[in-house]
C-alpha cells in the first residue's frame, strides 16, 4: 500500500493532545497518536493502556517492548509507520512517535498538539524502533 507520508501528516497535524486520548475530535495522546495512524492504515492495536491510576504514561515504553512478543520487532533502521519509542531523561515517562519518513515524524506532547519534525531532529531521543509484524497485525485485535 502506498501513502503518502506528506498527505498523512497534513491530516494529523494540529490535533490537541489529551491524557489518554483516543478520539482525534477530542484529542489524543501519544499512543492514541499511534493507535490513529494505525487505524488510518487498516490496522488494529490492541489498548493495553488504562490511565485511571496516573501509571499509563510511565509503562508506555514497557509495554510496547513487552508487546513486541506478540506484535513488535525491533529494527535498526525506521520505515513507514514504525513506533519510535523514546525514554531517558527527557521522556521519564515513556513516549512514542510515528516514523512516517525522514522528514516526517508524528509526534505529539502535552499541552500542544500534533506535529511533524524530521527525523534527524529527534533521532538522538529514541531509544527503540518498533515494527508491527506484518503477519500478526489480524491477531492484534
Not at 11 to 29: K, V
Not at 91 to 96: L, R, S, T
Request: aromatic share 10%; charged share 25%.
Amino acid at each position: 500500500m502506498a501513502v503518502d507520508a506528506q498527505a498523512m501528516a497534513s491530516r494529523m497535524i494540529g490535533i490537541p493532545f489529551a491524557d489518554g486520548g483516543r478520539d482525534a475530535r477530542t484529542g489524543l495522546d501519544c499512543y492514541g497518536l499511534l493507535l490513529h495512524v494505525y487505524n488510518e492504515l487498516g490496522w488494529s492495536l490492541p489498548d493495553p493502556f488504562t490511565y485511571d491510576d496516573g501509571e499509563g504514561m510511565a509503562r508506555l515504553a514497557y509495554a510496547l517492548w513487552e508487546e513486541s512478543e506478540v506484535l513488535w520487532e525491533e529494527v535498526d533502521e525506521p520505515r513507514f509507520g514504525d513506533a519510535l519509542v523514546m525514554s531517558g531523561r527527557l521522556h521519564p515517562k515513556g513516549h512514542v512517535a510515528v516514523y512516517l519518513d525522514e522528514q516526517h515524524v508524528l509526534n505529539t506532547r502535552r499541552g500542544g498538539t500534533v506535529f511533524c519534525l524530521p527525523f534527524t531532529r529527534m533521532k538522538h531521543l529514541v531509544s527503540e524502533v518498533l515494527r508491527l509484524v506484518p503477519a500478526r497485525r489480524e491477531s492484534a485485535t
